[in-house]
């Protein structure tokens, strides 16, 4: 049967390429995709070509084909039905998903084949739109894990954009003696809300904290999370910067204050937790987590898969501003 698929041709053009595909074997699933996700950050590095030739191979999405920065078909927040499980070999593996929803880590085609271990099942009550949010909730539950917050802690956030409301929206679930959303648009405001968090503007927020969270993406919001950090307290940086690079700045007090900056990815689970817990695991934490309906206030915009190459460009020159951008099927 004959698939479409987005690819990224070459730095700022992608296109909607028609491919073959077969028939499910032993162990693989066909599924046909109802929604996916925009990745806007990474995405919008993929598109503009921003990628370092040094990490092409370690920023490989699960189900890539082609080569970064192109011909390539990148992405990886695809929820969708499956139709059809292959025979042969132990049928009962993967029985129970046919005719269910499921995410998978493939990037923007309206049908393919792929490994039952690679699906995930969404909960009965988790709408499509919602579930594209799984890598962003996932992403943001191994920051949490690596930040490892204690009972009464003060918190920051710095950064409001889909994976830092993602992490406010789990760390408002723990007994924390301070949390802050930090982010200089007064349209965060409606997230912060929504999530029940105090939003902040950085040069309002609160200092001496324990545990500072960094996802803007930005010199100046590294700078503001650096400023909040209380002396000996660590810095957990979530921001990929691709070819740039930031200016940090470790003058001034950096070291008479004995500041830590850590990074966190979710490309692996987090060491306090990679001993008992799997990716799956993780994935599964995540979906449940997207049973609130209040993760919908990260829904921006929508666009037809048709439209696709056109908005990604719009997404990755800035002209398309929001949160977490779902395409339909």
């Not at 992403?139 to 994976?163: K, M, Q, S």
């Not at 007994?175 to 997230?191: F, N, S, T, Y």
């Amino acid at each position: 049967m004959e698939a479409r698929a987005y690819w990224t041709v070459e730095p700022g053009r992608g296109e909607i390429r028609t491919e073959e595909i077969g028939t499910p074997g032993p162990g693989e699933a066909l599924v046909r995709t109802t929604r996916s996700g925009i990745s806007r950050g990474t995405e919008s590095l993929v598109h503009r070509g921003e990628v370092p030739a040094s990490v092409r191979d370690l920023m490989r999405a699960p189900f890539q084909e082609g080569d970064l920065p192109g011909p390539v078909k990148y992405g990886y927040l695809s929820v969708g039905v499956v139709e059809q499980l292959g025979s042969g070999g132990d049928v009962s593996r993967g029985a129970d998903l046919l005719g269910r929803r499921v995410f998978c880590l493939h990037p923007h085609q309206d049908a393919y084949i792929v490994p039952v271990q690679a699906l995930m099942p969404i909960p009965d009550d988790v709408p499509d739109d919602r579930a594209v949010l799984a890598g962003a909730v996932e992403t943001a539950l191994n920051a949490v894990w690596d930040a490892a917050p204690r009972y009464g802690d003060r918190v920051a956030v710095v950064g409001g954009g889909t994976i830092g409301a993602c992490i406010a929206a789990l760390l408002r679930q723990f007994p924390l003696g301070r949390l802050e959303l930090i982010d200089p648009d007064p349209a965060r405001a409606a997230v912060a809300e929504a999530f029940g968090v105090r939003l902040q503007q950085p040069d309002a927020a609160a200092g001496d904290c324990d545990v500072v969270l960094h996802a803007s993406a930005t010199e100046a919001g590294l700078a503001t999370a650096l400023r909040l950090a209380g002396d000996e307290a660590q810095v957990l940086e979530l921001s990929w910067y691709g070819d740039r690079a930031p200016r940090v700045d470790l003058g001034a007090a950096f070291h008479a204050r004995r500041l830590t900056i850590r990074a966190s990815q979710v490309g692996r689970v987090a060491a306090a937790r990679r001993t008992r817990r799997t990716t799956n695991d993780r994935l599964t934490l995540a979906l449940a987590e997207l049973t609130d309906p209040a993760y919908d206030v990260l829904l921006t915009g929508s666009c037809p898969f048709e439209e696709l190459p056109d908005r990604m460009d719009d997404i990755a020159t800035g002209r398309c501003p929001g949160l977490a951008h779902v395409v339909t099927y």
